[in-house]
């Protein structure tokens, strides 16, 4: 069972980074490929970034393609967001997700039945 807690979350200047982990607490950290999430206020919840169960593999929204980076320690049970050059428009609630299947791609498409509970991330001007 996949059990996801977020963290890393904060208050930054535009321009500023930030890294959020994603533990998963359950045992089958490495049967599945993991997407990032966030959700601004008043907005529909976006797909951010995608991984392979190895890692080798990543996918990027145009939106963070170049300033976010998605990677995993498989060893830790832990997934991370790298986020550089922030801006006031990346403030939202960020999550990660597991797809509902261990055999698909974590793209935009795919079904996630597993979510953390999100970290909030504040980016001022």
């Known amino acids: 069972q996949v059990q996801l807690v977020e963290s890393g979350g904060g208050s930054v200047q535009a321009g500023g980074s930030l890294r959020l982990s994603c533990v998963d607490s359950?045992?089958?950290?490495?049967?599945?490929?993991m997407a990032w999430f966030r959700q601004a206020r008043g907005k529909e919840r976006e797909w951010l970034a995608g991984?392979?169960?190895?890692?080798?593999?990543?996918h990027y929204a145009d939106s963070v393609k170049g300033r976010f980076t998605i990677s995993r320690d498989n060893a830790k049970n832990t997934m991370y967001l790298r986020m550089n050059n922030l801006k006031p428009e990346d403030t939202a609630v960020y999550y990660c997700?597991?797809?509902?299947?261990?055999?698909?791609?974590?793209?935009?498409?795919?079904?996630?039945?597993?979510w953390g509970q999100g970290t909030q991330v504040t980016v001022s001007s």
């Open positions: 359950g045992r089958a950290f490495n049967r599945y490929a």
């Open positions: 997700a597991v797809p509902k299947s261990p055999l698909v791609v974590a793209n935009p498409g795919a079904i996630y039945d597993t």
């Open positions: 991984i392979s169960r190895s890692g080798t593999a990543t």
